[in-house]
């Protein structure tokens, strides 16, 4: 498939360059007319007629569709493991990725099968009632979802153990003495698109904390900026009077500013309070001061995601069809999780 450039794009919709930035990033509202010439001449610059003579004729067009979250509420950083390790993964079988971002929706995945530029789909960012799901069931190309919608409708689905996630972080800090529970939840957008995993960890996150006898307070930061993360620092500090309070964040993209928030607050972690975060290996090492972390464990969820891909692609006689496969956590403790002993100095 030939590659081109915002510049490309610009010279086929007949607009700026800037203006195919702005329709691509959301960053800046764009009237509807513009926005559909610039899709349009994406989807012209993409469309090659001999992708379906190839499909025709019975080749493989051996490309892998992959539909990333888009918009203000999706997290490039935390994107990127997710793009690497599926591109890797494909490249090692001889394929390409073609990246399509989810605001398509139903006539992105249409457009994929239809017109035979790919070979099979990876979906992310699923709601839990997601109206792509009947849609990618019935595509004649296999796709692979990460995230569990609450009907699979028969898809193959991998995911992070996200309830299994909420219950180690709750037991944690229940084994360690704490006796209330704050968790920095998900930005209003998420809550109210009901992204998959957002629903099973803070239902999960209640459940244990009930079982457990820890009164649980759900925080909700408006995003992940830093005027965001001090309103909940300062409410974090309201809350606990007590000083055996646990926090939790489970949203990733406010786990650095609000560690600046407390810090700048004069708060030590694994001292005056205590946090765990949901977040990969690599950014709770490298964060001030690193932090005791629940691994998103991006690069397994994918590996296994194209795992299950692949044997849709080339079923082996016999072996059943891939189902729903969860990734289990794990967590690595770096000091900012206080034990009984260390409260009481």
């Known amino acids: 498939m030939s590659a081109f450039t915002s510049k490309d794009v610009a010279r086929v919709a007949g607009v700026s360059q800037s203006t195919v ?11 509807a007319s513009t926005r559909d010439r610039v899709l349009a001449a994406i989807e012209k610059l993409t469309y090659e007629p001999n992708a379906g003579a190839r499909a025709l004729a019975g080749r493989r067009t051996r490309v892998v569709g992959l539909v990333v979250p888009f918009g203000d509420d999706a997290d490039p950083v935390g994107l990127l493991p997710f793009i690497e390790t599926i591109a890797s993964s494909a490249r090692a079988h001889d394929y390409e990725v073609l990246l399509v971002t989810n605001d398509e929706g139903s006539a992105g995945l249409r457009r994929l099968a239809g017109r035979s530029l790919c070979d099979a789909i990876v979906m992310m960012d699923i709601k839990v009632h997601d109206e792509r799901v009947p849609v990618a069931a019935s595509l004649r190309v296999p796709v692979v979802l990460v995230g569990i919608p609450e009907d699979p409708r028969g898809l193959s689905c ?4 996200f309830a299994a996630a909420a219950r180690m972080a709750v037991d944690e800090l229940a ?7 704050v968790v920095v939840g998900y ?6 698109r009901r992204v998959n995993y957002a629903e099973r960890f803070l239902h999960a996150a ?7 006898g820890l009164p649980v307070l759900v925080l909700q930061p408006q995003d992940g900026r830093r005027s965001a993360a001090a309103a909940m620092a300062e409410k974090i500090l309201a809350h606990g009077g007590s000083g055996r309070v646990g926090v ?61 891909l692949f044997a849709l692609l080339d079923p082996e006689p016999g072996v059943a069809r891939p189902g729903t496969d969860l990734v289990l956590p794990r967590l690595t403790r770096r000091g900012t999780v206080r034990t009984t002993s260390t409260r009481n100095r």
């Open 21 to 31: 930035s702005y329709v691509m990033s959301g960053k800046r509202p764009i009237s």
């Open 158 to 161: 991998v995911d992070l153990d």
């Open 248 to 308: 939790v964040v489970p949203f990733t993209t406010i786990l650095r500013p609000l560690l600046h928030a407390l810090g700048a607050r004069g708060v030590v972690l694994g001292r005056d309070l205590s946090l765990i975060g949901l977040s990969t290996d690599a950014e709770a090492e490298d964060a001030e001061p690193p932090f005791t972390n629940i691994s998103l464990e991006p690069r397994d969820v994918s590996r296994r995601a194209m795992a299950s």
């Open 206 to 212: 209640r459940a244990r904390a009930g079982a457990r």
């Open 175 to 181: 084994d360690t003495g704490h006796d209330e529970l």
């Open 187 to 192: 930005p209003p957008p998420v809550i109210e």
